[in-house]
């Protein structure tokens, strides 16, 4: 989809054509057939739109709810969205450790026509769809928002108009290197990381570059930067606080805070401070100076929450349901003791044996069970490669944890812990 199509789709005949081809894929109808019916009535390349469209809207129920139904989207700028619960717990943060600004100053800094906001102004570059910047304006900011693609950032302003918060958001075309992030009071950023071969994993391939968002934000009184859950900790600056998000179990990505919205300044370990944080309960998890040891097998074994992973608190979990680490380099915990916590999942430990394809086979079939689960850490062993090979049958369920433990590949028959996790 090009910019002029997407502007066609703004259009009153653009939009009944989208609200046609909305009914058409709520239907079910295979693509070929949905297109014939639409092309009865509109012309090709409004009809592929239309069609496009509506199935990303149904595809981005899954980032943004209800708002999903009047919101417009791009393949990849759906794919790098901010879910909205993510994306609402930053803003969050972003207006309330700002001072609200005094009335009539809206306008000294461009926003002509955010002055009715209350929080703080805050320059978002590289605004994608706008997800960040839809929940920044929702929480009382006043946005300025760029992106270098002219089409993404229509697309960014079409949502802010469809959601009713023109008011609180300005969007133009623009790079990054060319705004002026002292003249507001937080950047936000979230540099792009998919390029023409898909998903980008080196921070200095980013779309601005790490050291060129550092220079952006080293230029604003406060930052926050978005970015994927496994950056490098030699690439967090000093002085930030880095936070690692995870919604219902999952790790999300990762926000570097810095200047006036970084907690701490750092911890003695690495220069920065460490947090974790638990979603939608907003739970989170810092540093506590405890540390973990390693032993045998218990009678319980914990998988801690990724974000406490990545956050290296692993310690701080096991302190919590009073156990150690099997393997002082793996972030698998194991205790006598059953805790309820969100930081981990729980697993009852029925077997523990050297891994052996034989062996396990052997011992599941003995206990009648034909449905696995199966998780690693640790491990080398293809995981689709061992469900096929297990050839199970029977009526019972099992987990099986693959891990090391001093070198040598063990495996675990386990049995969930029911609401390990609220």
Known sequence: MDLEAFRELLTSEGRTALAEAVRVVAEGLDPVAAATRLRRAYDPALTSAALTQAALRRRGEAKFGADAAVMYFTPHGLEQATRAEVAAHRARRVAGAVPARAAGTAETAGFARAAAAAGPRVLDVCCGIGGDLIALARAGCA?????????????????????????????????????????????????????????????????????????????????????????????????????????????????????????????????????????????????????????????????????AVRAHLVAEVADMVKGHLLDPRIAYITSDELVRTPWAAAYEVHEVMPFSLKALRAALRKRGVGNVTIKKRGSAVDIDQLSRNLRLSGDNSAVIVLTRIAERPYALICQTMSASRP
């Open 143 to 307: 946005v300025d928002a760029v992106d270098l693609d002219p089409l993404t950032a229509e697309v960014a302003r079409a949502n802010t108009a469809a959601l009713g918060l023109a008011d609180l958001a300005e969007i133009r075309t623009a790079d990054a290197a060319d705004t002026d992030p002292s003249a507001y009071d937080v950047l936000f950023a979230d540099p792009a990381r998919r390029g023409a071969r898909g998903r980008v994993f080196d921070p200095m391939a980013y779309s601005p570059s790490w050291p060129a968002t550092l220079d952006l934000a080293s230029r604003a009184p406060a930052a926050c930067l978005k970015v994927a859950p496994g950056i490098p900790y030699e690439l967090i600056p000093e002085g930030a606080e880095a936070e690692w998000v995870s919604y219902k179990g999952e790790v999300k990505e990762a926000a570097i805070w810095l200047g006036g919205l970084a907690r701490s300044a750092g911890d003695e370990s690495g220069g920065f401070a460490r947090r974790a944080t638990l979603l939608p309960s907003g739970e989170t998890l810092v540093p506590s100076g405890a540390e973990a040891g390693t032993g045998p097998v218990a009678r319980y074994l914990y998988e801690p929450d990724g974000a």
